[in-house]
């Protein structure tokens, strides 16, 4: 079991900058894939970025390429979510995600956060 709780949303002008963070409880926390995931009014969650347990990232979504940035600390059992350039379309509820296993657009995390909100005002 992993419990994970996000912090570091709120309210920023467009083009500022954010710094998400994710705490994982567990002490496997450096064999599960962590993701970032987004929803915003109206629309379908959407993954964003995915750090897998290889520690290698391997997808970023194309809306946030050369933007937004993830790490993880797996001393701290901590993922971060750097967003830079914010634009007023990433406004959403961001949401972090464990996996046991790999990530992709086609997997649904084994483990949620219970969400952050990111307003990006224009």
């Known amino acids: 079991q992993v419990q994970l709780v996000e912090s570091g949303g709120g309210l920023v002008q467009a083009g500022g900058s954010l710094r998400l963070s994710c705490a994982a409880s567990?002490?496997?926390?450096?064999?599960?894939?962590m993701g970032w995931f987004r929803q915003a009014p109206g629309k379908e969650r959407e993954l964003v970025v995915v750090?897998?347990?290889?520690?290698?990232?391997?997808y970023y979504a194309d809306s946030v390429k050369g933007r937004f940035t993830i790490s993880r600390d797996n001393a701290k059992n901590t993922v971060y979510l750097q967003m830079n350039s914010l634009k007023p379309e990433d406004t959403a509820v961001y949401y972090c995600?464990?996996?046991?296993?790999?990530?992709?657009?086609?997997?649904?995390?084994?483990?949620w956060g219970q969400g952050t909100q990111v307003t990006v005002s224009s």
């Open positions: 750090n897998n347990w290889n520690g290698v990232s391997t």
């Open positions: 995600a464990a996996h046991p296993a790999l990530i992709t657009t086609a997997i649904k995390p084994n483990y």
């Open positions: 567990g002490r496997t926390f450096s064999s599960y894939s």
